[in-house]
């Protein structure tokens, strides 16, 4: 079955580090370009990272660049997303988020469940 | 940086026509995917590149782009199309994805 699993989310103080992980299955996961997607509560959605199949390339939305890392090991068909120095304003469900090589214009064609982060003391 | 702004509601009655909109300035020049999101669920792409459906994605939905608007349109609406709504285009400029504030579809 093609989908992606996240996990490691979790209650966290401001200023602290989480990482994020995500499993990929039922896909060539080094093809893809990959996305890290979150949405505050009760909010729209945010995109917040990108790291390309080799990974040659990264880039981050301005409201977590330089705090967040996002990687990949296409060995374990697994993404990362590194947190750290996070606000309160990072809660949210992150989505892992796979962008289509097959429909024009790059769509995002397959999102993970999502995993809850919650920053507060 | 590129805005794209949607209504925050539509409510429609059932088996009749919701059509949601996503403005943006000479959106036409981009091409607009749109996705779905059920309450509790992930989002689900149901059309890209301005009117193209996916493969499992009923042909009720549809949608187009001229000038500033992009509009997504559902036919015949079912209470199972009751949900959140996105659109979303990748901005050249700063060379990553936007999205809409999305707009919460109610089927009366």
């Known amino acids: 079955e093609v989908q992606l699993l996240e996990s490691g989310g979790g209650l966290v103080q401001p200023g602290g580090s989480l990482r994020l992980s995500c499993a990929a299955s039922g896909f060539t996961f080094s093809s893809y370009e990959m996305n890290w997607v979150r949405q505050a509560p009760g909010k729209g959605l945010e995109w917040v990272s990108y790291i390309t199949g080799s990974p040659t390339s990264v880039r981050y939305a301005d409201s977590v660049k330089g705090r967040f890392t996002i990687s990949r090991d296409n060995a374990k068909n697994s993404l990362y997303l590194q947190m750290n120095s996070l606000r309160a304003e990072d809660t949210g469900v992150y989505f892992c988020?796979?962008?289509?090589?097959?429909?024009?214009?790059?769509?995002?064609?397959?999102w993970g469940q999502g995993t809850l982060v919650t920053v507060s003391s | 940086s590129y805005v794209l702004t949607q209504p925050p509601s539509v409510s429609v009655a059932p088996g009749q026509t919701a059509t949601i909109t996503c403005g943006g300035n000479n959106i036409a020049n981009k091409s607009v995917h749109w996705y779905q999101q059920k309450p509790g669920q992930a989002p689900v792409l149901v059309i890209y590149?301005?009117?193209d459906r996916p493969s499992g994605i009923p042909e009720r939905f549809s949608g187009s782009n001229s000038g500033n608007t992009a509009t997504l349109t559902t036919i015949r609406v079912e209470a199972g199309d009751e949900a959140d709504y996105y659109c979303?285009?990748?901005?050249?400029?700063?060379?990553?994805?936007?999205f809409g504030g999305g707009t919460k579809l109610t089927v009366l």
């Open positions: 988020v796979r962008t289509s090589i097959t429909l024009s214009w790059l769509p995002f064609d397959l």
């Open positions: 590149d301005d009117n």
């Open positions: 979303q285009v990748w901005e050249s400029s700063s060379d990553q994805p936007v």
